[in-house]
């Protein structure tokens, strides 16, 4: 019997580690390609953040537009999801602290309209990112998936290439229930990565290495808590390191 920390505990911590790593292997991480786009004169470089009413949408472009303008740079947030008001001033409360410019339209305005707007005071202000916030819950799932497609179909009058990034945020306290919610939107529309949100509680990190596993998705940002800095680029290796207890 080897202890604790025996020779064959280590070598099964370093299998682990292995084969966790190559459910990451291949796909553009963190915010590097992000960054890379934008130095390739991408301006404004167009995201669209989608996923249901609940998982830390706004929480999440709020914190995004803390960590770009952190960065040095000018973001402008388009307040979407236009079903709900209290989305469109949470949103505005974000957009006041982090400094970012802010375009919205009334309670039921037509969410095309307000990307469309966005979009366009984005390029004609010179931001380097627009963060789109995007409905997440309509009568059907069908009529969500097919106002998202409305809304990047709009968008592309503005600028032919945007969204550049579509990234679906999920729940990481919902396990199998965040899969079956990403293959729905993954069905539809083209997703370009993955946020997890709420893995600063119970949730562990085998949500992201199901996700990881069975969407083939890049995982750009994990959230671990409510405030502003608590968004954290995704990088595998110091990741799987801390759920295996390696320091
Ligand atoms: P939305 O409906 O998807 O826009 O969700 P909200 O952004 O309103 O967030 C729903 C709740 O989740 C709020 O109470 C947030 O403070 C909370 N939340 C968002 N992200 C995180 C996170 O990473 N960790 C924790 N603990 N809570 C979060």
Known sequence: MKTADGPAQKNLRDLIEEESLTLFAGLPHGTARLWDMLGENVKPMV?????????GKTTTIGKLAQLFARDGKKVLLGAGDTFRAA???????????TGADFV???EGADPGAVAFDSVTAGKARGADVVLLDTAGRLHTKSNLMEELKKVHRVVKKVIPDAPHEVWLVV???LGQNSIAQAREFQKTLELTGVIITKLDGTAKGGAVLAIASELRLPIRFIGVGEQ??????????PFVEAILGIS
């Open 47 to 55: 995201v669209s953040i989608v996923g249901v009413n609940g998982v």
């Open 104 to 106: 919205t339209g009334r």
């Open 171 to 173: 729940d990481g306290t």
């Open 228 to 237: 502003a800095e608590d968004l954290i680029p995704f990088e595998p290796k």
């Open 87 to 97: 989305a469109i001033s949470q949103l505005k409360i974000w957009a006041d602290r």
